[in-house]
């Protein structure tokens, strides 16, 4: 019984903490692609130094602004995911925050004392 309860709660944790990180990447991918403009002056500036950088390397002009749009768009999303995390080790520790009364109010069993009788 007590396997089966451990069993069920994990697969609730890990649906939540799976359902949260989901959502909250959405959210977090949504709100930064807002500050990410073509015509905002600050993104031409960092699409230029990646767009040098990637030509540095070896790439062909177009071949380095394509490369430097996806690592733009890369780091969007790695951001969004770290963001997401984050999130999710909160809600998580929210959790087990409410959890710790419930687990307080379990009665003590006595060691070696008569087990209750029941169906």
Not at 19 to 48: G, K
Not at 52 to 81: C, H, M, N, R
Not at 93 to 117: D, E, H
Request: charged residues 5%; hydrophobic residues 45%; contains cysteine.
């Amino acid at each position: 019984m007590i396997n089966a309860a451990r069993n069920t709660g994990g697969s609730i944790g890990v649906s939540l903490a799976s359902n949260v990180l989901s959502h909250c990447e959405q959210f977090h991918q949504n709100r930064l692609i807002e500050h990410v403009l073509p015509s905002s002056a600050q993104y031409q500036h960092t699409l230029q130094q990646a767009t040098t950088y990637f030509e540095a390397l070896g790439s062909s002009v177009a071949t380095a602004q394509q490369q430097a749009i996806g690592w733009v768009g890369q780091t969007v999303q790695t951001q969004a995911a770290l963001l997401a995390y984050m999130d999710v080790f909160w809600v998580l520790m929210l959790v087990s925050l409410a959890a710790i009364p419930l687990a307080l109010m379990l009665r003590n069993v006595k060691p070696g004392g008569a087990a209750p009788i029941g169906h």
